[in-house]
């Protein structure tokens, strides 16, 4: 297994870098602080401090999971800048905001274009950045919203105490941490990959579904909702998902991520 250098150690990038290893592989973790160090090389990680424009090499693969598209961006710039050589495979965590919202698209895959709202063409924009950096060896996951006990939309409907009001009818692209691990395990020891992965678990719930089922679950008064988007809910199609990175996704229903959720 060729050598991985995770950039962006977080709630994703750990679970990469343990897996890498389990495999039997070398993983490189790249913090911004030394405070998740001493658990990194518990777990067989070698930790590395700031960013890894020193030690990344043609041979290596490299992915990008640090927290927000505009500091992904920033990332591949200092890459760019520092005139690294592009690894053997590079992933990119994006999401799927991408997308917008696009009044005449109800079902989104790879080919669906990009929204025209303020928020996906800057998506599209560090999109393009990593495109211009990487070229056929870099892959873009758009992922949708992630969860875990600890983490995602029911945790944070459990913290505040309600969920943000918002239409009813928008749907929620979701995927399990562990699923999307998963993928990107599979993306780097693919002989092949797509360049482009919609990379969510549907079926995807609309607000309403998952709001209020959240809150009778947490005993939470109901979910208040804004006037309805104009278009029906969006549907994810995964098939190139499913058929190359993620045949069997360990939670395929949504409402695993209404699970262990009150705090």
Same mark, same amino acid.
């Given at each position: ?146 969860? &875990? #006990? !600890? $983490? +995602?939309?029911?945790?944070?409907? /459990? ?5 943000? =009001?918002? *239409? ?35 079926? &995807? #719930? !609309? $607000? +309403?579904?998952?709001?209020?089922? /959240? ?5 939470? =008064?109901? *979910? ?40």
């Amino acid at each position: 297994m060729r050598r991985l250098i995770v950039w962006g150690a977080g709630t994703l990038g750990r679970r990469v870098a343990r897996q890498w290893v389990l495999a039997g592989g070398k993983a490189i973790a790249v913090t911004q602080t030394t405070h998740r160090h001493a658990d990194l090389v518990q777990h067989g990680i070698e930790p590395w401090l700031d960013s890894p424009e020193s030690i990344l090499t043609t041979e290596d693969m490299l992915l990008l999971a640090l927290p927000g598209h505009k500091t992904q961006q920033q990332a591949v710039e200092r890459l760019q800048q520092t005139g690294n050589s592009v690894p053997f495979r590079t992933v990119f965590i994006s999401v799927t905001g991408y997308y917008g919202v696009i009044p005449t698209e109800t079902v989104i895959n790879e080919k669906t274009p990009v929204g025209q709202d303020k928020r996906a063409l800057s998506i599209a924009n560090a999109e393009k950045q990593f495109v211009d950096w990487g070229g056929d060896r870099g892959v873009i996951m758009r992922a949708g919203g992630l969860y &875990c #006990p !600890t $983490r +995602g939309p029911a945790h944070a409907i /459990a913290k505040r105490g309600a969920p943000r =009001p918002g *239409p009813a009818n928008k749907t929620m692209a979701l995927i399990h941490y562990d699923d999307l691990a998963t993928v990107l395990i599979n993306a780097f020891q693919h002989d092949n990959p797509h360049s482009v992965y919609v990379t969510v678990t549907p079926p &995807c #719930p !609309t $607000r +309403g579904e998952f709001f209020v089922e /959240a809150c009778e679950q947490l005993a939470l =008064p109901a *979910p208040i909702f804004t006037d309805p988007l104009s278009n029906p809910p969006i549907q994810y199609d995964i098939t190139r998902l499913r058929q190359e990175l993620l045949p069997n996704p360990a939670y395929p229903d949504w409402r695993s991520a209404l699970g262990s959720s009150r705090i």
